[in-house]
């Protein structure tokens, strides 16, 4: 198993699921709150929600401040998981270039030996064939001497 498969078996996925559902929660509560919708709260909007109790305001602070430090919790693990896959990635990447080189060598290895194994094919039946001709060549001229000595002593009334 990899370290990025490991990292992804170990992580709390309810951990996250937790996190977004106290970021909703709190999200949607403030909303209430301040009698916005939390999408239009930004910066702007300050002196809308300005609160005289400090400790209302506090309270929102402490648990905004915890929510980022969860946030920021299950980002660093996730952004681990990441880091692990692109490590992994490239050597991955890394272990195919070498196999593609590995390849093309034996490629051209077994082109080689293909090539050669046709030349000595080729030169075997070549050689097969010129003796097959040269033991016709001499058949035939070897009845042709004995045709031509009939003929010759036809001709000189030998026979």
């Known amino acids: 198993m990899t370290r990025s498969q490991e990292l992804i078996k170990e992580f709390n996925y309810d951990g996250q699921e937790d996190v977004d559902g106290c970021?909703?929660?709190?999200?949607?509560?403030?909303?209430?709150?301040?009698?916005?919708?939390?999408?239009?709260?930004?910066y702007d909007s300050r002196e809308k929600i300005k609160t005289k109790d400090k400790h209302t305001?506090?309270?929102?602070?402490?648990?905004?401040?915890?929510?980022?430090?969860?946030?920021?919790s299950q980002m660093y693990l996730l952004k681990e998981i990441i880091e692990c896959f692109k490590t992994e990635a490239l050597a991955d990447k890394e272990k195919v270039i070498r196999l593609q080189g590995q390849?093309?060598?034996q490629k051209d290895e077994q082109q080689e030996l293909l090539k050669t194994s046709v030349e000595e094919t080729v030169q075997k039946t070549v050689e097969s064939g010129i003796q097959s001709?040269?033991?016709?060549?001499?058949?035939?001229m070897s009845i042709l001497r004995?045709?031509?000595?009939?003929?010759?002593?036809?001709d000189n009334y030998i026979i």
């Open 103 to 105: 390849l093309l060598v």
């Open 23 to 42: 970021v909703a929660r709190w999200s949607s509560q403030l909303g209430k709150d301040l009698h916005m919708d939390f999408s239009d709260i930004d």
């Open 133 to 140: 001709y040269s033991a016709v060549y001499e058949g035939v």
């Open 57 to 72: 305001l506090s309270g929102r602070l402490v648990d905004a401040v915890d929510l980022v430090r969860r946030q920021s």
């Open 146 to 154: 004995v045709f031509g000595r009939y003929l010759y002593l036809r």
